[in-house]
């Protein structure tokens, strides 16, 4: 069985846990547990001082998805929960390690059994945090990593029990001959391996992770692109419950846009359409961000919800809005139609074409402007033939 060793102890020069310092939206302590969970951990042993709210909430995560957690406050409380044949996942406190960058390198597939994962002192001058990657020799400094059998680490309860836990299992693993394996200078030179020294490095670093994981705006699309913009932003400051937040709010204001538009106030009630479609999509493509970054489709129900109404209740708005007595058939018919073959163009299969149908916030923008000006059935009729042309030609040229 796998274990990881992790510690929330060490502090920044401003006082705060390095372990519990926010990074794109979760906590470094949170990175590292789902790194454990990546490297095959199924135990996570959390030295503190005292497990406060996040520590805790934390734990719950790590058993409800079947795992064990044990916060403990000493070396013997940690040598007593080690099992003989365990292998150990040791993390130095407040390092940070990409997980893209940990699937992608070499040493994921070998994994080995005992490993003190190294850099050269190249990387040491670069990052300018020398006393934060312990220097093992001349040659090696450690990058905050190793993997070693849990009765080697056992040794730790012969040292005083007030000594660095991570720091003296390092030094235990290199005694008793756990080989170094050596990482690429770049894993720390370009932030894919740092300690959460500061919140401004951390800043700094979060920024990168957010932009590699997130999708590329694409202005065919102004307002999609817009709320790209807003998703990341949100991820950035950390908001939480960002993603239930933005769906019930995009659904509370597309509803009540259309029981305007049914209610013979056409242009503000498709106005609150876009404003709500607008919402939803941001809500959307945090969701996506936050499944690139941790893996983990939480909300995935509230997400498919959404999906759904951001097709069904514009178009009911809209029929609202163009006949709301429902007294003539055609009128009925031209906007169901016209929102169908904008979604079929949207699924055409180059970007900027896909993303400027997929804009549901720019069309009823577009229509409420129409409405205003007593044009509205023009103009979804022009909408919809311009999707069924743009859709004929691509079929052609295809």
Known sequence: MRTAVLAALKRTDRGELRALLPLAGRSVLGWQIDLARDLGCTRIICLCEAPGSEILELQ??????????????????LVSLLRADDQLVVLLDGVVIDRGFWSASEFSAE?????VYTCSPKSEQRTGLPQDFERIDAERIWCGLLTMRADTAQKLSELPPDSDAISSLLRIALQSGVKGVALPDE???????L??????LLLQRQKVIIA???????????????????????EQIGVRQGVLTGAAIGVLLMTLGTVLAWGGT??????????????GSTASFLFYLKVRLFRKAEHSLAIAVLQT??????????????????????????????????????????????????DRALQFCV???AAAGNVLVEAVAVLGLTALGHKLLLSRRN
């Not at 994994?111 to 490993?115: E, L, M, Q, S, V």
């Not at 300690?195 to 401004?200: G, I, N, P, R, T």
């Open 60 to 77: 719950q995560e790590t058993e409800a998805l079947g795992g064990e957690f044990h916060a403990v406050r000493g070396n013997m409380q």
């Open 111 to 115: 994994r080995p059994g005992k490993a």
């Open 187 to 193: 894993a720390v030179s370009d932030g894919s391996i």
């Open 195 to 200: 300690v959460a020294s500061s919140q401004e």
């Open 212 to 234: 590699n994981s997130a999708v590329t705006p694409e202005w065919a699309g102004p307002l999609l692109a817009v709320s790209i913009l807003a998703g990341r932003w949100m």
């Open 266 to 279: 056409g242009a503000a009630g498709l106005a609150l359409v876009a404003v709500g479609a607008f919402c």
């Open 309 to 358: 109404a951001l097709d069904v209740i514009p178009a009911v708005a809209l029929v609202g809005a163009v006949n709301p007595a429902l007294n003539r058939v055609e009128l009925i018919a031209l906007p169901l139609m016209s929102i169908g073959l904008i979604k079929l163009a949207s699924n055409a299969e180059q970007p900027a074409v896909r993303t400027f149908w997929n």
């Open 367 to 369: 229509l409420a402007a």
